[in-house]
């Protein structure tokens, strides 16, 4: 009993520094810098928009109707809003609570599927990966996504494990993350179909739970009431428009959204530095293992597969599509270091040597680089000679990636005010003045709306100045190198300056 005593609080201690982690990674200073175009500031918007109105049912977006994306983001925001007033913090407080929630549910599912080292190590991969807290950090949906996918693989798991009430939390997730960013919840369903039509042992029993049914009917009871709502409000509009924003996503570039079959390589090697030198190793170690019939991991392989089958064959692609695939990535990665720090084999040590070395190398500062490099060749002549233990070598290697996954975050916590936004808010209204504010240059409406209150007309041309500001000025932010190319019968005053913008006033008489 007292060895029970002893590995529950070993537990409680590490599911404490995990959320001693989580919440320092996600909240650390959240409330730094502005709302960025695009989503951010939308979603933000809408959340705005809806305190303003008082209508929390249909979402409206510049006082007019939107319904591209389910609302339960914008509820959560819109409920901070109103609690604590609109905020930076606050617009991207649920979003960075779901980041929290999946790195906990990372060490979760590392730690149910393979062990506690592992979970440990993996949660520090997540929190240390650009790509992830970049994102999580953001008032967006793909955080909340990811929360309840992972959540959804996390149920699974326990029903494998013969906890069938699990198809409950299973199927309330999927319906959250359908209310969270519609078509994307698929991910889910679709990766444990994959697994459970593979022949897995016990799959068909799993099917047959009445848990499983009821929780079908449960999560049609939270997904359907506020769709049916836009439906009979609406009409076909609401469908059409609905699916038809999701399905031109994946037929067609959307806003310039472009890229090419390694686009999300590119962002991986980018955006999950330096972990993504291990991720060869990892990945065929979970192969492999499943391939001989060990299939602890496929569920992992299974979202990564989907996510990545799923947005590799739309047409628009954006960076943040493939955020459901990072925890199980992590998880894989963290595996094989948990592997190599305990009983390490040359497969597990050369790999993690590997990945060092090669991130090591490519360090921003090559001075670093270098001393990296040299300090784990001389761990690793130590270890051949047997003079010391490989697991030295495997723990000195994580550490050198650990160090360089801290730097690559790290500016993620000093990021500053935009010149939009900062323009923008010098153009704040009152109550009374609605008189719009132009945008030029190229310049994006989400942020420009959110700190001004006013609103926008986006104008890339003179001749959109011209016909919006003939004879009247209007507020105008734009950049500072596009005076130059002012046209006769242009006026502009200028009041503020911030980057290479600056904010004032535009008129234009039409010559007669």
Known sequence: MNGSRVVNRSHHVLIALVLAIAVGASFWRLGMGSLHDWDEAIYAQVAKEMNATGDWLQPHYEYKPWVDKPPLLMWSTALLFHLFGVHEFWARAASALAGAVVIVLTFLIAAALFDRRTGLMSAVILATTFEFLKYARRGMTDAPLTMFVLLAVYGYIRVMEGEPRWWYGVCGACALAVM????????????????LLSGTPGARGVLRSTHL????????????PWHALMAAHYGPTFWSHYFGFHVAHALSVVQGNSGDQRFYLRVLAGGMFPWVYLLPFAVSLAVQENLMGRYRSLILLAVILVVFGLYQFSRTKLPYYIMPALPPLAILTGRLIASATRSPDASSLSGVLIAAVTAGALARNPLVGLLLLCALAALFV????KTLDARVVSASAFLVLLA????????????????????????????????PLIVFSGLYRPAALFYSGRPIFEARTWGDIGSFADRTPRRIIMAKGDLASKPAGYAISVEAEAGDLIYGWVSHARAR
């Open 180 to 195: 969270v960013k519609s078509l994307a919840a698929l991910i889910a369903p679709a990766a444990m179909l994959l697994v």
């Open 213 to 224: 049914f009821l929780g079908l009917a449960g999560a049609l009871l939270i997904a359907a």
């Open 382 to 385: 130590l270890s051949v000679r």
């Open 404 to 435: 360089l996954g801290l730097r690559s975050v790290s500016p993620l916590y000093r990021e500053g005010a935009s010149p939009v936004a900062s323009l923008a808010a010098a153009a704040s209204r009152n109550a009374a003045d609605r008189e």
